[in-house]
Nanobody, 126 residues
Framework: QVQLAESGGGLVQTGGSLRLSCAVSGRPFSDYAMGWFRQSPGEEREFVVAVSPDGGSTLYTDSVKGRFTISGDNANNMLYLQMNILKPEDTAVYYC???????????????????WGQGTQVTVSS
């Protein structure tokens, strides 16, 4: 059973940067399709970015393209989300998630993901 734990959230001004981390335990994260999602109060959980198990495919939601970058450290079983040029509309709780899927596929639907972390709050002040 895989377990996920996010960290790195906080309060940042508009235009600032944060790097979120997702510690994966129990199995190598390369066994899974991984994703980052976010959720604001009163809103549905929103897809941010996903990476395929083989690491060869990534997909970003349009609103973060060019600003956010997903990366991984296989040796330490860590997944990262580098967030630059942050905007107030990026304010949300950010979650990492894992899904057993095809090695070269990415998944954007949160209901497909079986495993979730507890989330980390990101607040961008204007």
């Amino acid at each position: 059973q895989v377990q996920l734990a996010e960290s790195g959230g906080g309060l940042v001004q508009t235009g600032g940067s944060l790097r979120l981390s997702c510690a994966v335990s129990g199995r190598p994260f390369s066994d899974y399709a991984m994703g980052w999602f976010r959720q604001s109060p009163g809103e549905e959980r929103e897809f941010v970015v996903a990476v395929s198990p083989d690491g060869g495919s990534t997909l970003y939601t349009d609103s973060v393209k060019g600003r956010f970058t997903i990366s991984g450290d296989n040796a330490n079983n860590m997944l990262y989300l580098q967030m630059n040029i942050l905007k107030p509309e990026d304010t949300a709780v950010y979650y990492c998630a894992a899904h057993i899927g095809f090695s070269d596929s990415v998944y954007t639907r949160p209901d497909l993901y079986e495993h979730w972390g507890q989330g980390t709050q990101v607040t961008v002040s204007s």
